[in-house]
């Protein structure tokens, strides 16, 4: 999942991941509920993380009662079949555009805007695992989150900086 660009079709995003994840759970004989669905739906709704908490409001405000173990039961499922990532340093969600891939997560974090995206590097995974079991330890799973500026950020902080320095 890279950070989206001006040109970025978000519906046919959030689509082709509800396709995605409907697929997974076929797969390994999983089902996807209504209030899954909408959950994950809501967490693909942005490129950014959101909390359970706002789950929670936007269920409300598209006129489903639900309450607090609700959510975490849609999101501990979602987690748990890979169709989302947890951004501890967020308290938050993010799609995955992987689902039915074991990877890592690494994910890169727009310190400016509040975007997020997937970095899936197989390489940075492995390296990881080798360097934990030269120490002895066995990695189960593994997040990293890395902090920066996305690419529209960075540009805009590059005019910016332009246009002081011809000032």
């Known amino acids: 999942m890279a ?9 046919a ?3 082709a991941a509800l396709d995605a994840a409907e697929q997974e ?3 390994r004989g999983a089902r996807l509920t209504d209030t899954r669905r909408i959950v994950l739906e809501l967490v693909w709704e942005s ?4 909390g359970a908490y706002a789950l929670l409001e936007s269920l409300g405000k598209l006129g489903r009662s639900a309450a607090p173990p609700t959510v975490y039961r849609a999101l ?11 951004v ?4 938050g969600f993010i799609g995955c555009p992987h689902p039915g891939h074991a990877h890592g997560g690494q994910i890169l974090l727009c310190t400016q805007c509040g975007m997020a995206a997937e970095l899936d590097d197989p390489a940075l995974d492995q390296e ?6 030269r ?4 990695v189960n799973r593994q997040t990293i989150e890395v902090e920066g500026l996305c690419p529209v950020c960075r540009a805009q902080r590059n005019s910016e900086e332009e246009q002081n320095y011809v000032a």
Do not use: E, K, M, Y
């Open 135 to 138: 120490l002895g330890f066995s």
């Open 13 to 15: 995003c959030i689509q």
């Open 76 to 86: 501990d499922f979602l987690l748990a079949h890979g169709l989302i990532h947890r």
């Open 47 to 50: 490129h950014r993380p959101v």
């Open 88 to 91: 501890a340093s967020r308290n």
């Open 25 to 27: 759970c076929r797969r």
């Open 128 to 133: 990881i695992v080798n360097s934990a079991a």
């Open 3 to 11: 950070f989206p660009t001006a040109r970025h079709d978000h519906s």
